[in-house]
């Protein structure tokens, strides 16, 4: 009977512990329990061999039961996506438990991807944080976990897989982490993982990252030599491994690139990716040409308009106007018969033993990509700030006659349409238009440097420019009133050919773009705010024009007090002239007037059925000259 009463006082806790102790009191009440000894002034209480077995069983079961509840509830965490701090709520009391022995790889690996919240939750935190101004201290805020898991892998015998690497490079890339990602492909290379585009790519989306972050000032220097130094080594491990550079991979290395300025990581990115030498941009890359420099085969990534622009901006970031010249000359217009001139010098020594034989026949095509708005406000932007006033003109007479060329291309495939009472669904969209952006570049050149020829020679450019968008802003203005049952019944465009996992930006830098179909009601909206601002440009340009004026007689004048020579047309030559003379040569007057003078007295622009005197058959005098550079 005592031995019954020993037995159940010993197990009685136990069961108690079940339903209210943690974990780790379970354990230590079993331990406790199960060590039990008989104090030596208790000689009256004798535990029986039965006793012990049954207290050993019972503490064998409860602490089979806990590891399994402890199981199932982390599996349903798992199955049930619960929040990450639930799941690893989970997976830290049933470590307390059974161990990390207890649970299955497969297990580990899926607690791993569910700890952490998902990379773009983790963008979205640290946009908050820094928009609070709260810059967080720690990269990554459940680094511990990872390597908590990492580390319980091990300790099974095993080694982590190369996606759960993969999988934890994501998550730094995320948030910037560089130097954790570093950290993680060093690991990854030591225990034999050969790393993979993803690799690299998370890798490169890290420093990437990392340069939009805030840094302190006096460690900025440091920072971006390190991260370029990393970045070296990463190129080099590409080339190493060969491993092929991809959308995503070669997205971020440019996004690197514009931030170090490195010129010849830049050149032989674009050789890598896109086939091109920028030094020879109309012969394909060495590296695709010779079958000893590429093996395996190399396969070029596809030149896209958004690539042309991302190249023209990296040149102009270099300030390299002859080799920015160079390539939008030729990845603007190719030349496909171009092997046809080249010759193998070798060829008529077929005898002699020495020479390499050159193939010049390619197995690519020359890149090309059409140029759009932003690919002329780009080149403008670059040649204006280096002060080229006569390529500024020359480009921007080429964008004016491709403005016209488009906009003809359009307003023809829109008229026939129109007649034959089709819809207007299929009509392509056009890329092109002159805007303002591209006049504030040339406007800027001539103010820059006083070049009152470019000054008066954009003044009168501009009334054609703005007649012209006028014409075609009334044209599809009378469309949208008059043929409503023609119009798209919403913006359709084609599927996207990105893949799923690439983000927008990347897609768009290398991928075939989407085709835009034409919207009436867009591009109504679209001329109508192009005529105001040009409109608005216009007042600019032409106080400008007078501010300009007004200061060269002011230099003059004042040389002419000082009593030295001028320059007169008339007599060619230098001259010096009586100051009676020279307030009756130039008509000196003081100039007083601001530029919100000019926007006072200026009539605004009406479309044509809400212009009085367009609807009674009029049209308001035009002070400009028709345009010698128009096409017919």
Request: hydrophobic share 40%.
């Amino acid at each position: 009977m005592s031995g019954r009463c020993l037995s159940h006082s010993v197990l009685a806790p136990v069961a108690h512990s079940l339903r209210r102790r943690s974990a780790n009191t379970l354990l230590n009440a079993a331990r406790r329990f199960s060590t039990l000894t008989i104090p030596p002034f208790a000689p009256e209480f004798h535990l029986s061999h039965s006793t012990l077995s049954a207290a050993s069983s019972s503490n064998y079961n409860a602490i089979t039961y806990a590891r399994e509840s402890r199981l199932t509830e982390l599996v349903n965490a798992l199955d049930t996506h619960k929040s990450p701090s639930n799941v690893w709520t989970g997976y830290t009391n049933l470590l307390s438990v059974a161990g990390s022995d207890y649970l299955s790889l497969e297990l580990h690996q899926r607690v791993l991807r569910a700890c952490t919240p998902s990379t773009e939750e983790l963008k979205a935190a640290i946009v908050r944080r820094l928009s609070a101004g709260n810059i967080p201290k720690v990269p990554h805020i459940h680094e511990i976990r990872f390597q908590t898991v990492i580390q319980n892998i091990r300790g099974l015998g095993l080694q982590p897989a190369l996606d759960d690497y993969n999988f934890i490079l994501e998550q730094f890339a995320a948030v910037g982490h560089y130097e954790g990602c570093f950290q993680v492909y060093k690991e990854l290379t030591r225990l034999g993982h050969v790393p993979t585009t993803q690799t690299f790519s998370e890798c490169f989306q890290s420093i990437a990252q990392r340069f939009k972050l805030p840094m302190q000032k006096v460690k900025r220097e440091a920072i971006s030599t390190q991260m370029q130094d990393i970045f070296a080594m990463y190129v080099a491990d590409m080339h190493k491994h060969r491993v092929p550079m991809d959308a995503t991979c070669f997205d971020f290395a440019i996004r690197v690139l514009k931030q170090t300025l490195d010129l010849p990581g830049f050149e032989a990115l674009m050789r890598w990716g896109y086939a091109i030498d920028l030094s020879n941009p109309d012969r394909v890359a060495l590296e695709y040409t010779d079958p000893v420099m590429s093996d395996p085969p190399l396969t070029p990534l596809p030149f896209t308009t958004r690539a042309l622009n991302t190249t023209i901006d990296m040149l102009a970031r270099f300030g390299d106007i002859s080799k920015l010249v160079q390539a939008f000359e030729v990845l603007t217009q190719p030349l496909p018969q171009a092997s046809q001139y080249f010759f193998d010098s070798f060829e008529a020594d077929e005898d002699d033993d020495f020479g390499v034989r050159v193939d010049v026949a390619s197995r690519f095509p020359p890149p090309y990509a059409t140029p759009n708005t932003a690919t002329y406000s780009l080149l403008l932007r670059c040649i204006c700030r280096s002060g080229h006033a006569v390529l500024a003109r020359h480009y921007l007479i080429q964008a004016r006659r491709l403005d016209r060329a488009v906009a003809h291309v359009l307003r023809n495939r829109v008229s026939a349409l129109v007649n034959s009472r089709r819809s207007l669904a299929t009509v392509p969209a056009p890329d092109f238009a002159v805007n303002q952006s591209m006049l504030v570049s040339v406007l800027g050149e001539g103010n820059k440097d006083k070049d009152l020829g470019l000054l008066r020679w954009l003044q009168d450019k501009l009334p054609y420019i703005i007649r012209r968008q006028k014409a075609d802003l009334d044209y599809y203005d009378s469309v949208v009133r008059n043929h409503r049952d023609l119009l798209p019944k919403e913006s359709p465009t084609s599927p996207p050919t990105a893949p799923a996992d690439a983000d927008a930006e990347t897609a768009a830098l290398v991928q075939p773009a989407r085709v835009k179909y034409f919207d009436p009601n867009l591009h109504v909206a679209f001329l109508r705010r192009n005529v105001s601002e040009l409109q608005s440009f216009s007042g600019r340009i032409e106080f400008v024009v007078g501010r300009t004026h007004q200061r060269i007689k002011e230099r003059l004048g004042r040389r002419v007090w000082q009593e030295k020579d001028v320059y007169i047309a008339t007599e060619n030559r230098r001259v010096k002239i009586s100051k009676a003379h020279w307030k009756q040569t130039v008509n000196f007057q003081p100039r007083t007037d601001t530029f919100k003078d000019h926007l006072v007295n200026r009539r605004p622009w009406l479309p044509a059925h809400a212009d009085p005197q367009k609807r009674r058959g009029l049209r308001r005098p035009s002070h400009s000259r028709p345009d010698p550079d128009s096409e017919p």
